[in-house]
């Protein structure tokens, strides 16, 4: 009885906090750089030629000083190759690949510091993130090391979940910036258009380990809402 009374009373207060918090809304762009995980990069996340440049558009919905509801189309070009690891298939396999991704994403943010743009008192916090993501991949891979069977490359849409951590600044009653460092769990092995075997020979990929994609930038957000005397005036 007492942990049902306490979850309604949560549920309550959460809600009634969204409902007659100051809610604003923002508008930016987002500059980083992305990176693949997975067969052809196992452990590297800077050096070696990692990295490659994203731009994007992002919507943030602040329900209060503590939860965000964000969306973002992002556009990047995933690669990786052999030759950036050395490990046993380096000089048999020769793999690389190239994939360009474009992803939608609509994600929940919470803040750990209480946060409001334009609050001199409350203009920096950090944050986590979580949310769900469709992702749009076009990939080319090439394997020279020896004579391959066909690559069954596959291109299309998948789902992803995106999570990660980040912090917030207030620039101003306008202006914010972000930075955020994000992965994406896709439950999808072929990112890098690898099959799991060659000629039955050489173990291309693996069948345990699905392929991630790191997401990680600059965000510079512009507030398009203003803020009435009373909560019910605002967007």
């Not at 590297?44 to 965000?68: A, E, K, M, P, Q």
């Not at 964000?70 to 046993?88: H, M, P, Y």
């Not at 298939?89 to 743009?117: D, H």
Request: charged share 20%; glycine share 10%.
């Amino acid at each position: 009885m007492i942990r049902r009374f306490s979850l309604s009373l949560f549920f309550v207060l959460f809600f009634s906090a969204i409902g007659f918090s100051q809610k604003t809304a923002e508008v930016g762009i987002l500059v980083g750089r992305s990176y693949y995980l997975g067969e052809l990069n196992p452990r590297t996340h800077w050096g070696n030629g990692v990295g490659s440049l994203t731009l994007g558009g992002i919507f943030r919905y602040n329900l209060n000083d503590r939860y965000s509801l964000k969306g973002a189309v992002i556009r990047t070009t995933l690669t990786a190759s052999d030759e950036w690891e050395s490990f046993q298939f380096n000089n048999q396999r020769l793999a690389s690949f190239e994939n360009t991704i474009t992803e939608f994403a609509g994600e929940v943010e919470f803040n750990f510091l209480p946060y409001k743009m334009g609050d001199k008192r409350h203009f920096f916090s950090p944050y986590l993130f979580v949310g769900l993501s469709y992702f749009l991949n076009d990939v080319s891979t090439t394997v020279e090391g020896f004579d391959p069977a066909p690559i069954s490359q596959e291109s299309g849409g998948r789902f992803a979940i995106p999570f990660g951590t980040g912090v917030k600044l207030s620039l101003g009653q306008k202006w914010a910036f972000s930075m955020e460092w994000g992965f994406r769990k896709t439950g999808y092995d072929f990112i890098d258009g690898l099959e799991n075997r060659v000629n039955d020979v050489f173990e291309s990929g693996k069948t345990y380990d699905n392929d991630w994609f790191v997401v990680s930038g600059f965000m510079l957000t512009y507030k398009i809402t203003r803020e009435g005397p009373c909560p019910v005036y605002n967007f």
